[in-house]
C-alpha cells in the first residue's frame, strides 16, 4: 500500500487511494490536519502535532514551526540536547502520519508519493526524499500540489484541452499554477508565486489593526500575552470569513477588550496583500500564454483561500466563479492519495500521466564580446527554460573564447536572471582542451537532462574527440549525502517518540501547560487539575485515564471560552 502525504509548511496531512476513492486517516487527537510542529519534551521525547504547536508558545526554546522553508539548506534547529536539521523534523512529521496510517489501516507503511511546491528546487526536492528516507519510507514518486490538486477535482476527466489554474494560499506561501489536459495527461504549464505571502500576513493585518484601535504595542507583550492574541485573532479571521463579522474579547492585564471587526474593513486592510497575489496570477497566465477566457476551471486550494477577497479577486481578474467544493486543506493530500493509488496501478487511473515542470531556468555562464570585441563575462545562457514540461533534456553548443584554451570550465546555475551572480549556482565542471586548436576545433556540446524527480544531469561532450565529461555536482552544503543519511537513521532511531497511543494526554498536558502560561488569574486551578490529571495516567488504568481526559478536557474548553 503506497500513502499519499501532503507535506504543508503549517498542516501536514496523510492518505490512501481505497475502493472509493482517496480517503484521509486521522491523526491521534482524531484530526485531519496535523500541525507541522515539532517540540522536545524535557525527558527528550519528541512530541509532533497539534501538542507541540501548544508548546510554541510554553516552551518555546523546546518548539520549532514553519521548517519546510528550510529545506534544501544545512540550517540545524537545537531543541534540548540535540539539533536537528530540516529533513530531520520533517522526517518526525512524517513518522507521525506514518503511524496514523498504520494505526488506521493495520497495516505497514513503507512507500509514499509525497506533494511538494511546483517551484520546489533540485536541492529542496532531494532534501523531501531524504526526510522521507529517514522515515523508513520509500518516496516512490514527489507530486507538484497543483498537480495534486487537479487530480482531487478529478480534472483528468475533463475533455482533452481544458485548461485550468490552480490558486494556492496557505499559511505562508502562494502558489499559481496552470494546468492543461492533453490526450488523458494532465501537465503543469506554468507556475508562479510568493514564497512569502499566506495566511499569516492576513493575521498580522488583522493584528496591527486591533493593536491600533487599542492601542497596544506588540513589541511590549511577553511571547505568552502574544501567543494568547495570536490566537483569539486566528479563530476571528476564520469566523470572519463565514459570518461577515467577527470579534475577540481579551483579558489583557487588568483591561478587558472587547475589539470587533467586519468584511468590509478586513478588506480594505488587506488591499496590499490581495494586490500582492496578482502578479504571480499575472506571471503564470503569461508563461502559459493564454487569456482569462481560455481557462476552463479555476481552483482553489490551501486553507487561507477560504477568505472571502480570495474568490472576490479571482472573479474580478478571471471573470467568473472559481470552484472550491474540494476541501480546501485537503485538496492536495487528497490528490497525493489519487496519485499513490496512480502509482500502485490502480486500473481506474490507468490511462492517466502525469507530467510536470521544471521550476526555474538552469543554463551555465557565458562570456560574450561586446560591440569593440572587448570580453565581458558573467552572462547567464539559459539551456532549460523555466516551466519546461519534464522529463527535458536539451543541448547547445559552446566554443571557448580564445584559440590555444586549454580548459574550459563550465558553470551551472538556476534562476531568471540574465547575469549569473544573480542566479543560484548548482556546480561546475572542468574540461580538459586539447591544445593547439582553435575555438571552433574545441567545441563542446552541453546537453542538460532534467527528470521528473528534479534531478539534472550535465552531460558535457568535447566535439572533436567525442570525449565525454558527466556533471557530479560539487557537494551541495544544503543536502545529506547517502553516508549521512545512514548516520541521521541511526540517530533518529535513537530517539524516543510518545507511543501514539499516549498522545491523547500529552496533548491535553501541553494545552494545560500553554493555558497555565496564558491565564494567570487561573493558575491556582490549572495547577490543580495537573496534579489530579497526573495521579490519574500514574494509575495507568485506561478506562479512568479516558474518562478523566474527557472531563478535563472540558474544563480547559469552558476556561478558554470564559476567561
Ligand atoms: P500550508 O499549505 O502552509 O500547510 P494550509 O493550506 O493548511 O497551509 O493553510 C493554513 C492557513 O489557512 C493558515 O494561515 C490559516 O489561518 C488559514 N485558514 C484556515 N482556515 C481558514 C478560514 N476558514 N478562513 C481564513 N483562513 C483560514
Ligand atoms: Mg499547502
Redesign the pocket.
Known amino acids: 500500500m503506497i500513502v499519499g502525504i ?1 507535506l ?5 496531512l496523510v492518505g490512501t487511494y481505497g475502493a472509493q476513492g482517496p480517503v484521509l486517516y486521522p491523526n491521534a487527537l482524531g484530526d485531519f ?1 496535523t500541525p ?1 510542529v515539532i517540540s522536545i519534551d524535557d525527558d527528550g521525547h519528541i512530541i509532533v502535532g497539534q501538542a507541540a504547536r501548544d508548546r510554541l508558545v510554553s516552551h518555546p526554546e523546546a518548539s520549532v514551526a514553519t521548517f ?1 522553508r528550510w529545506m534544501g539548506t544545512p540550517r540545524e534547529t537545537r531543541l534540548g540536547q540535540q539539533n536537528f536539521r530540516p529533513e530531520e523534523l520533517s522526517a518526525l512529521i512524517l513518522r507521525s502520519l506514518v503511524a496514523d496510517a498504520e494505526a488506521a489501516t493495520g497495516k505497514k507503511i513503507t512507500e509514499a508519493v509525497i506533494s511538494v511546491p511546483a517551484y520546489f528546487s533540485d536541492a529542496q526536492r532531494k532534501a523531501t526524499r531524504a526526510a522521507g528516507q529517514l522515515a523508513g519510507l520509500r518516496v516512490e514518486r514527489l507530486i507538484n500540489e497543483p498537480t495534486a490538486a487537479a487530480l482531487a477535482y478529478g480534472l483528468q476527466e475533463k475533455h482533452d484541452g481544458a485548461r485550468f489554474l490552480v490558486f ?6 502562494f502558489d499559481v499554477s496552470v494546468l492543461e489536459m492533453f490526450d488523458g495527461v494532465v501537465e503543469v504549464h506554468a507556475s508562479a508565486g510568493d514564497n512569502f505571502l ?3 500576513d ?2 498580522d493585518v488583522m493584528e496591527a489593526a486591533f493593536c491600533a484601535d487599542e492601542k497596544i504595542s506588540v513589541g511590549a507583550l511577553s511571547p505568552q500575552e502574544h501567543g494568547q492574541l495570536r490566537r483569539r485573532l ?1 479563530l476571528a ?2 469566523e ?3 459570518n461577515g463579522s467577527t470579534g475577540i474579547e481579551w483579558r489583557l492585564g487588568d483591561r478587558s477588550i472587547a475589539w470587533r471587526i467586519d468584511e468590509e474593513r478586513f478588506a480594505k486592510l488587506s488591499e496590499s496583500l490581495v494586490q500582492r497575489m496578482r502578479a504571480p496570477l499575472e506571471r503564470a497566465m503569461r508563461d502559459a500564454r493564454l487569456q482569462p477566457a481560455q481557462l476552463d476551471e479555476i481552483i482553489l ?7 472571502p477577497l480570495v474568490a472576490r479577486l479571482v472573479s474580478r481578474m478571471f471573470g467568473r466563479l472559481p470552484l472550491r467544493h474540494v476541501n ?2 485537503q485538496a ?1 493530500a487528497l490528490g497525493a492519495c489519487v496519485a499513490a493509488g496512480l502509482k500502485a496501478r490502480d486500473e481506474r487511473l490507468d490511462e492517466v500521466i502525469l507530467t510536470d515542470v521544471c521550476p526555474y531556468t538552469l543554463g551555465t555562464k557565458v562570456s560574450r564580446r561586446d560591440e569593440g570585441g572587448k570580453e565581458q563575462t558573467g552572462f547567464f545562457a539559459p539551456i532549460i527554460h523555466r516551466n519546461s514540461t519534464v522529463p527535458v533534456s536539451r543541448e547547445e553548443v559552446f566554443q571557448p573564447m580564445r584559440d590555444n584554451q586549454t580548459k574550459l570550465t563550465l558553470e551551472i546555475y538556476q534562476g531568471e536572471n540574465p547575469m549569473v551572480e544573480r542566479n543560484i549556482k548548482l556546480g561546475e565542471l572542468d574540461i580538459p582542451l586539447p591544445p593547439h586548436r582553435s575555438m571552433a576545433d574545441n567545441a563542446v556540446k552541453l546537453r542538460f537532462t532534467y527528470d521528473i524527480n528534479g534531478v539534472l544531469q550535465v552531460e558535457a561532450t568535447l566535439m572533436a574527440s567525442q570525449q565525454r565529461y558527466e556533471l557530479v555536482l560539487e557537494q551541495n552544503p544544503g543536502l545529506l549525502d547517502p553516508a549521512d543519511i545512514r548516520a541521521r537513521l541511526e540517530a533518529l532511531d535513537g530517539i524516543k517518540i510518545h507511543p501514539r497511543s499516549k498522545q491523547e494526554n500529552v496533548a491535553m498536558m501541553a494545552r494545560a501547560e500553554r493555558l497555565y502560561e496564558e491565564y494567570v488569574v487561573a493558575r491556582t486551578q490549572l495547577q490543580q487539575w495537573i496534579a489530579n490529571f497526573r495521579s490519574v495516567l500514574e494509575s495507568q488504568d485506561e478506562h479512568l485515564i479516558r474518562e478523566h481526559r474527557r472531563q478535563f478536557g472540558e474544563a480547559l474548553d469552558s476556561l478558554e471560552a470564559s476567561v
Open positions: 501532503d504543508g509548511t503549517t498542516h501536514s490536519l507541522s519546510k494556492d494560499l496557505g499559511g505562508g506561501t499566506g495566511g499569516e492576513f493575521l486566528e479571521k476564520r470572519l470569513g463565514a486550494v490551501g486553507g487561507a483561500s477560504r477568505m480546501p486543506d492536495i
